[in-house]
């Protein structure tokens, strides 16, 4: 089991930027694809970006391709979101999770099974 904490969340206003980050802990972080989700308050869970076990390969959300980028590095354990260009509605409670080892990137959040506990984001107008 891996242990994920997420940290670097804040307030911040339209337009400013904010780096997100998940330290794994437990296992070998760099086995497990990583995603970042984000749920607003009334809203479902949704998927943000992902990036491979290996960094190759990331995927982002169309709500925020352009402004967001997911990184890792594996030496220290942790997966990074840079996001620029915040906007109001970016505002949510922000997590991160691993899928089983080996496995590919996925977008739906029933498809990863370790959790952190979040981080709060909150962009003001």
């Known amino acids: 089991q891996v242990q994920l904490v997420e940290s670097g969340g804040g307030l911040v206003q339209a337009g400013g930027s904010l780096r997100l980050s998940c330290a794994a802990s437990g296992r070998t972080f760099s086995h497990y694809t990583t995603g970042w989700f984000r749920q607003a308050p009334g809203k479902e869970r949704e998927f943000v970006a992902a990036?491979?076990?290996?960094?190759?390969?990331?995927y982002y959300s169309d709500s925020v391709k352009g402004r967001f980028t997911i990184s890792r590095d594996n030496a220290k354990n942790t997966v990074y979101l840079q996001m620029n260009s915040l906007e109001p509605e970016d505002t949510a409670v922000y997590y991160c999770?691993?899928?089983?080892?080996?496995?590919?990137?996925?977008?739906?959040?029933?498809?990863?099974?370790?959790w952190g506990q979040g981080t709060q984001v909150t962009v003001s107008s």
């Open positions: 999770a691993v899928r089983a080892r080996g496995l590919s990137i996925a977008t739906t959040s029933a498809a990863f099974g370790s």
């Open positions: 990036i491979s076990w290996t960094g190759g390969d990331t």
